[in-house]
């Protein structure tokens, strides 16, 4: 059975590449597993933090548990480099944890798409800083971050 079509397709130009990342950050933001793991191949090997995951059902069931620790999830994600079928992210995202406690989570990742634009390695390395709730930066109303709200640079992350 062939995979569905993840456009833009390799090889990557910076709006490309750009668009990748965009599209990564709007589908985290919107925090519904099932349709997250599609953007990934059928047997995607990650890294996130301390865990090795493997495939679409531990993508969601990750997922799943992610979104029920960290509270009010906010992910603004920015593009550092590319090369043809590779693209290298920063992040910082906010959330609280059920206590009311503020965090914001840095990090970068790793990825590699294969030819039908799904991302088939993710490599995420995350540390976390307790924050003050009037320390936050990423305050946006909607789940997706409005296209004229400033980036990770521009907010000085």
């Known amino acids: 059975m062939q995979e569905e079509k993840r456009l833009p397709l390799p090889p990557f130009d910076e709006e490309s590449a ?9 589908g985290w933001n919107l925090k519904i597993p099932e349709k997250i793991a ?3 191949s059928a047997e995607s090997q990650w890294r996130n933090r301390d865990l090795f995951l493997q495939g ?3 993508i969601v069931s990750f997922l799943e548990k992610k979104y029920a620790k960290e509270l009010e999830y906010r992910l603004c994600k920015e593009l550092w480099a590319y090369t043809d079928n590779k693209i290298a992210v920063r992040f910082a995202y906010e959330w609280h944890d059920d206590k009311g406690q503020w965090y914001r989570s840095y990090g970068n990742e790793n ?4 030819e039908n634009g799904l991302m088939k390695v993710r490599f995420a ?3 976390d ?5 009037s320390e936050r930066k990423l ?3 909607t789940d ?4 004229d709200y400033p980036s990770l640079s521009m907010l000085g992350l």
């Open 18 to 26: 750009k668009q990748k990342v965009r599209m990564a950050e709007n």
């Open 38 to 40: 599609m953007a990934y």
């Open 56 to 58: 679409r059902a531990e």
């Open 111 to 114: 990825w590699e798409f294969d």
């Open 125 to 127: 390395s995350i540390n």
């Open 129 to 133: 800083l307790k924050i003050e709730e």
């Open 139 to 141: 305050t946006w109303e």
């Open 144 to 147: 997706i971050r409005p296209d």
